[in-house]
């Protein structure tokens, strides 16, 4: 019988046991940062910012954009982790990377049915995405005084990371 993703995923984790590679790390990151990128299975977060486990938090979604559930993500991240800084990712070769009315058309295609939702934070340019979302940062109520961001392209093809928003630390309102 062939093993399921389910029973390699799980077979895995008790490699992973087994070999006794887990070992425990404080839950505030260490760095103090949070990173928000896109679920792009091409992205290793960690790798690409030399990164270590316990160092970041990781919220990833569809495009690594500034959602109501991004949010509230690096809300709880701050207010009782204390992350000070966010790293904003987009890339390049995306699969949000549409107007919104044609990924809803597309959906539609692929799903037989109009989707429920009809808010998809697609967008064509990476960059234009990060100037977009940079005000949202900039103007999030729940923010720490002096929290830092920055906003940055990566680039699939080549694994480099483009400046769009400079590192900024946002002063209190």
């Known amino acids: 019988m062939d093993l399921t993703v389910f029973d390699q995923l799980t077979q895995a984790n008790a490699d992973y046991v087994a070999g006794g590679r887990h070992r425990h790390v404080p839950v505030r990151p260490a760095r103090k940062l949070a990173v928000l ?4 299975s091409r992205i290793d977060v960690f790798a690409v910012l030399g990164l270590d486990l316990g160092e970041a938090h990781v919220i990833r979604n569809a495009g690594g954009r ?7 993500s690096l809300t ?10 966010v790293i904003q990712i987009t890339h ?4 949000v990377r ?3 009315d044609d990924i809803t058309t597309r959906l ?11 808010q998809w934070h697609t967008f064509v340019d990476p960059g234009r995405a990060l100037r ?3 005000p949202i940062l900039e103007n999030w109520p729940d923010r720490p005084d002096d929290f830092g961001l920055a906003g940055y392209v990566f680039d699939v093809a080549t694994g480099a990371l483009e400046e ?5 630390a946002v002063p209190a309102p």
């Open 37 to 40: 990128t896109c679920m792009d």
């Open 66 to 72: 500034v959602t109501a559930d991004a949010l509230r």
């Open 76 to 85: 709880l991240s701050a207010a009782l982790l204390g992350t000070r800084s």
């Open 92 to 95: 390049t070769d995306c699969g």
């Open 98 to 100: 549409d107007p919104e």
């Open 108 to 118: 539609s295609d692929a799903m037989g049915r109009t989707p429920d939702r009809t």
């Open 132 to 134: 977009d979302d940079a």
């Open 164 to 168: 769009v928003v400079a590192p900024h």
